[in-house]
């Protein structure tokens, strides 16, 4: 998961970053990843209790603007929007599980990246 997250992180969101939008990232915000709890409106455990999973809700850029998935997936402008919807493609090809917010509504606010098995990707 670690190398998953960082080579997403590199080889994804920096190269997004600098190609879309001509600044490189300095901060990915997250909202989490381990947490002892199931899966919303279930009885499964959430792989959030396993520490296999991380919730990410934002990007900090060199040049100070701050892209959010809950302002910028849908309401941003044309490039900060390319820019969500390259890096979310990015994370499908390099985590099992990839949730965004066009998935529903738990997950308007951020990317949902776990483990790196069988593809998921929403």
Do not use: K
Not at 24 to 44: F, H, K, L, Q, W
Not at 59 to 81: K, P
């Amino acid at each position: 998961m670690a190398r998953a997250f960082n080579d997403w992180a590199r080889f994804g969101v920096e190269r997004a970053a600098r190609q879309i939008l001509g600044s490189p990232v300095v901060r990915i915000e997250t909202m989490g990843s381990y947490a002892c709890r199931n899966i919303a409106g279930s009885d499964r455990r959430s792989a959030h209790a396993r520490a296999e999973a991380i919730d990410v809700s934002g990007f900090v850029l060199a040049d100070g603007r701050r892209i959010v998935l809950r302002r910028d997936w849908n309401g941003g402008d044309a490039a900060t929007r390319e820019f969500l919807r390259m890096v979310h493609q990015s994370a499908c090809r390099r985590f099992g599980t990839v949730l965004g917010p066009d998935y529903n509504a738990a997950h308007e606010d951020h990317f949902h990246l776990e483990g790196t098995g069988p593809r998921f990707c929403r």
